[in-house]
């Protein structure tokens, strides 16, 4: 399975866990530059959720968590900033989902990550 693959089939567990959870997806993989993609915007309640998914294969070099680095918050931070302006959003949060694959399927939620 190669990254790409991983990443959105993590991406559809993340989505389907979500809905489980009460959120309703409003949009995926929203881009606004190479660097930039918001992997989830979800809803919950009235606050907007901006979601990071990062799935792994196995913990063995490391969980989900570890795999996110300040230029990807930096990235992240900029293209939610755009989302805010663009859609006047006032109330929102940062939420990560960690997902391993393997030995067995393990879905982590970080809900207000705080990094805004």
């Known amino acids: 399975m190669n990254n790409r693959t991983k990443g959105t089939a993590g991406e559809d567990l993340a989505c389907r866990y979500l809905e489980k959870s009460g959120y309703k997806i409003l949009e995926r993989n929203k881009h606004y530059s190479k660097y930039c993609e918001i992997d989830i ?7 907007i959720v901006f979601v990071e998914v990062k799935t792994r ?52 939620h970080i809900k207000g990550a705080g990094l805004l």
């Open 41 to 47: 915007i979800a809803e919950q309640r009235g606050t």
């Open 57 to 108: 294969q196995t913990n063995a070099f490391g969980t989900p968590f570890e795999a996110i680095t300040q230029t990807k918050l930096h990235h992240l931070k900029t293209g939610i900033m755009n989302y805010l302006t663009e859609h006047k959003v006032k109330k929102y949060r940062l939420d990560i989902v960690g997902i391993t694959l393997k030995p067995e399927l393990k879905i982590e």
